[in-house]
C-alpha cells in the first residue's frame, strides 16, 4: 500500500505538475492522520472497517465511507475534496495496471456548497503592499512577491517556481508554466514592475551572497523560497498592516480577478491571465463582483436603505 502511495505521489509531481501543496493535501485525504481533528481519511476508514486490500473496494465501501464522514459533521466541500483524491488514486492505480476497474466511477459525488472567494478591500490591499520595509533586502523581497502576486493573479506555486529568464521587467511580461505544465503569459503593472526591479539589483544580491540560483524569490540563505514561507510572509505583513482577517496568497489571487472584472476587464481576458482551463472557473469571480457592487449600491445610494423620514411627521 505504502509503495502504491509512494507511487502515486510521484506521478502527481512529474506528470501532472502538482505543487508539494496539493500532494500533501491529497495523501492526507487519503490517509488521514491530521495533527489536529479527527482521523478520517479514506484508509483509516478501510482499515477500520478491516477491509486490507483495494480491490475489495466498491461502490457500497465509497458510499459508506461518504456517511460516515457526513455523520462526522464534515462540510460538502470537503467530503467532495475527498471524494477527487480517492478518484485520483484509483485511476492511477488502473493505469497502472494493479487494478482493474476505478470504484469512484459508479459513484457521485456530494455537490460543492458555492462558496463566494473571500478578498481584499483596495484599502486593504494598499496597506498590505505598503508594511515591508523596501531599505533591506528582505523588505525589497517582500514588497516585491506581494506586488507581484496582486498585479498578476499568479497562483502561490507558479511564483515561488519562477526563474530569471522568465520575467521581462521592461515589457511587465512574466511566462508561467502553470497546471498541466501549460504556458501562459501574465502582466504586471508599474509599481509592481519598479519593486521587482528595485529587489533584483539591490535586494536579491545581498541575499544571495556567494551562491547561485535561478530562482526569482530566495530566502536568507539563499535558497528559493518555499510556498509555506510565502504563506507566513502574507500573515506577517497583513497581521502589521491590522487587516484582522487570514490572509493567505490565494486571496490575493482572488482579489486580483475581482478588481479586474469591477474594472471592466472581459471574463475571458481574465481566464486568460488566471490560466482557467474552463471559463465557469473564472465565472465565480462575477458574482463576487455582483456582491460587492451590492454592498457599494446599499452604503451610497440615498434610498438603499429604506430608512423613514420622520422629520415631518409622515
Not at 40 to 49: A, I, K, T, V
Not at 61 to 77: C, F, P, Q, T
Not at 188 to 196: Q, S, T
Not at 200 to 220: C, M, T
Amino acid at each position: 500500500m505504502q509503495q502504491a502511495l509512494d507511487r502515486y505521489a510521484n506521478y502527481l509531481r512529474a506528470e501532472k505538475n502538482a505543487s508539494d501543496y496539493t500532494v500533501r493535501n491529497y495523501l492526507h485525504d487519503l490517509l488521514g492522520g491530521r495533527k489536529s481533528g479527527a482521523e478520517n481519511g479514506f484508509l483509516q476508514f478501510l482499515s477500520m472497517r478491516k477491509i486490507m486490500t483495494l480491490e475489495d473496494v466498491d461502490r457500497q465501501v465509497i458510499r459508506d465511507y461518504n456517511a460516515w464522514l457526513m455523520e462526522s459533521g464534515i462540510a460538502k466541500s470537503s467530503i467532495a475534496r475527498r471524494q477527487s483524491a480517492i478518484r485520483s488514486f484509483f485511476n492511477f492505480l488502473v493505469r497502472e495496471g494493479l487494478l482493474s476497474h476505478n470504484p469512484m466511477e459508479e459513484v457521485t459525488s456530494p455537490k460543492r456548497e458555492q462558496r463566494l472567494p473571500s478578498l481584499l478591500s483596495t484599502t486593504e490591499v494598499t496597506s498590505l503592499l505598503e508594511t515591508p520595509d523596501s531599505t533591506t533586502p528582505v523588505g525589497m523581497r517582500d514588497r516585491a512577491l506581494l506586488e507581484l502576486l496582486y498585479a498578476s493573479g499568479l497562483r502561490v506555486s507558479e511564483l515561488v517556481s519562477l526563474n530569471l529568464g522568465q520575467v521581462d521587467v521592461d515589457s511587465k511580461e512574466i511566462r508561467v508554466v502553470g497546471k498541466g505544465s501549460k504556458e501562459r503569459v501574465v502582466l504586471m503593472g508599474e509599481p509592481a514592475a519598479r519593486a521587482l526591479t528595485s529587489y533584483l539589483k539591490e535586494g536579491r544580491p545581498h541575499l544571495l551572497g556567494e551562491k547561485k540560483s535561478n530562482a526569482i524569490f530566495i530566502s536568507r540563505q539563499g535558497e528559493r523560497l518555499i510556498e509555506r514561507r510565502i504563506q507566513k510572509i502574507l500573515e506577517k505583513y497583513a497581521r502589521i498592516a491590522g487587516i484582522e482577517r487570514r490572509v493567505h496568497p490565494h486571496m490575493l489571487r482572488h482579489t486580483f480577478a475581482t478588481h479586474m472584472l469591477d474594472g471592466g476587464a472581459d471574463l475571458r481576458v481574465v481566464q486568460e491571465l488566471l490560466g482557467h482551463a474552463d471559463l465557469s472557473s473564472t465565472q465565480v469571480y462575477t458574482h463576487v463582483s455582483k456582491s460587492q457592487a451590492r454592498k457599494v449600491y446599499l452604503s451610497a445610494h440615498p434610498l438603499a436603505q429604506r430608512k423613514k423620514d420622520n422629520s415631518d411627521g409622515e
